[in-house]
């Protein structure tokens, strides 16, 4: 009887041990299921492609951009990452408050577009210069280079004014004013300032070109790992963009106002 009991506790034990077992390696299976959701979510969004980087997709038709209502709106059909547009709003309102009004002349704007703009500007140049590298340099003062703009984000707003003269009124300069002021609260800021231009290069200087950071700085990080210089091709002056030495992408793309950066 003893012997049978004895027998009896060693297969308890050893049932006890196999279902501890198994419940080790479930619970083993779940963890590292939700490591893999965790890894998963801080990994690059597969929305994030090198063609959206590239401005090359119809923002018309993708569900993250919405269109700027009339009321915010300077011309029509400007649309923004929904992001960046209720981040507008808030600020639009706040600086309402405050006797501003802010409207957006620009907002999101594709290759297509872009390369329409480049073109026009190129061809101007092209009657005016004989260096290809001078038509370059001179087109870039005026027009940023598709396929290398922020623009095509959602992200960039171009506010009051299409011309950097109108800060030099008594109206543009207080709203400027109160954008230097206040618009860094709604993860604004001034991404082509002008006091930081000499430090910076790059682009020119816009008093009314304004970023939201939050969206646009980690598309900024996601296209200097991932676009190459091969990637600039089929527009005028691509050849000086795709060049090392020239170091394009270096020089424009990354030169902003380091008040910019999170």
């Known amino acids: 009887m003893n012997i049978f009991f004895r027998l009896y506790i060693i297969c308890l034990v050893f049932s006890s041990c196999e279902i501890k ?17 965790r890894t998963s979510t801080v990994s ?20 993250r951009f919405i269109l700027v209502d009339s009321k915010y709106n300077i011309y029509k059909n400007n649309y923004l990452q929904v992001k960046t547009y209720n981040a507008f709003v808030k600020m639009a309102e706040a600086a309402k408050a405050d006797g501003i009004n802010l409207k957006v002349v620009s907002g ?15 061809k101007y140049n092209c009657a005016k210069y004989t260096s290809k590298e001078r038509i370059f340099i001179e087109t870039v003062k005026d027009v940023k280079i598709p396929s290398a703009c922020r623009n095509h984000w959602g992200t960039e707003l ?24 206040n618009a860094n ?27 939201y950071k939050p969206l646009s700085n980690y598309y900024l990080n996601q296209y200097v790992k991932s676009i190459q210089n091969s990637d600039y091709k089929k527009f005028n002056g691509s050849n000086f963009c795709s060049s090392k030495v020239f ?13 910019c950066d999170l």
């Open 21 to 37: 077992l198994k419940e080790e390696v479930e619970q083993n299976k779940i963890k590292a299921s939700t490591k893999k959701e």
């Open 44 to 63: 690059l969004n597969p929305e994030i492609t090198k063609s959206f980087l590239l401005g090359m997709f119809d923002y018309k038709k993708d569900p």
């Open 108 to 122: 999101c704007i594709n290759y297509q577009e872009q390369l329409r703009k480049w073109n026009q500007k190129w």
């Open 158 to 181: 171009i506010l009051n004014a299409t011309t950097k003269s109108y800060i030099r009124t008594k109206k543009g300069l207080k709203e400027y004013r109160w954008l230097v002021e």
């Open 185 to 211: 609260q709604f993860g604004f800021c001034n991404v082509y300032s002008e006091i930081k231009f000499k430090k910076r290069g790059g682009y020119p200087d816009n008093p009314w070109h304004w970023s």
């Open 247 to 259: 170091n394009f992408k270096k020089k424009y793309v990354e030169a902003i106002n380091k008040d």
